[in-house]
T-cell receptor, first 114, second 112 residues
Framework: DGGITQSPKYLFRKEGQNVTLSCEQNLNHDAMYWYRQDPGQGLRLIYY???????QKGDIAEGYSVSREKKESFPLTVTSAQKNPTAFYLCASTLGDITNTEAFFGQGTRLTVV | AQRVTQPEKLLSVFKGAPVELKCNYS??????LFWYVQYSRQRLQLLLR??SRESIKGFTADLNKGETSFHLKKPFAQEEDSAMYYC??????????????FGQGTILTVHP
């Protein structure tokens, strides 16, 4: 069953702790993305990666870090430096070919920091 | 820097009425634009892309480079069209190749 999987669905952490969100895809996609979804602000791009071992900052990268050691995996770490980490996080992937750029999304992870 | 703006957070229409969801963009290169839709309890999914000039579920969108707009239109709205709609732009060149940016989203409600 091909697709993109985010885990866990819900995550609770104490303030000051780093936390890592998982994103795995078996679509053989080259490009992967992380977004943050807040009410009234739409999807804001955190990081994206066009190829293994390479990634770029999006529009709100401060307080986040990523790695892309494998094609199928793009984990996101929310660090203690992120001032307002409580949010809904979405991961997406595409083939990487601009002319065929349908993005497939995971079901999201809702992170709550207390 | 690229930017996608959807001026309406909420849009309500009655069944059978025409609907237009607005999207404006700013981008120095040649844009690749899309509309994505998220139905209740479902994942965000592609609705249509400007490059294919297709009509999906009765929706169309025309790229107007002069007005830098990519508005989504449907002549007769249906209740099942009620959803969150996002306009998106991907950079097709330069140092930010592949950067996929979304607008703020518009919640469309179609009343019976």
């Amino acid at each position: 069953d091909g697709g993109i999987t985010q885990s866990p669905k819900y995550l609770f952490r104490k303030e000051g702790q780093n936390v890592t969100l998982s994103c795995e895809q078996n679509l053989n996609h080259d490009a992967m993305y992380w977004y943050r979804q807040d009410p009234g602000q739409g999807l804001r791009l955190i990081y994206y990666s066009q190829i293994v071992n390479d990634f770029q900052k999006g529009d709100i990268a401060e307080g986040y870090s990523v790695s892309r050691e494998k094609k199928e995996s793009f984990p996101l770490t929310v660090t203690s430096a992120q001032k307002n980490p409580t949010a809904f996080y979405l991961c997406a992937s595409t083939l990487g070919d601009i002319t065929n750029t349908e993005a497939f999304f995971g079901q999201g992870t809702r992170l709550t920091v207390v | 820097a690229q930017r996608v703006t959807q001026p309406e957070k909420l849009l309500s229409v009655f069944k059978g009425a025409p609907v237009e969801l607005k999207c404006n963009y700013s981008y120095s290169g040649s844009p690749e634009l899309f509309w994505y839709v998220q139905y209740s309890r479902q994942r965000l999914q592609l609705l249509l892309r400007h490059i294919s000039r297709e009509s999906i579920k009765g929706f169309t969108a025309d790229l107007n480079k002069g007005e830098t707009s990519f508005h989504l239109k449907k002549p007769f709205a249906q209740e099942e069209d009620s959803a969150m709609y996002y306009c998106a732009l991907i950079e097709a060149g330069g140092t930010s190749y592949g950067k996929l940016t979304f607008g703020q989203g518009t919640i469309l409600t179609v009343h019976p």
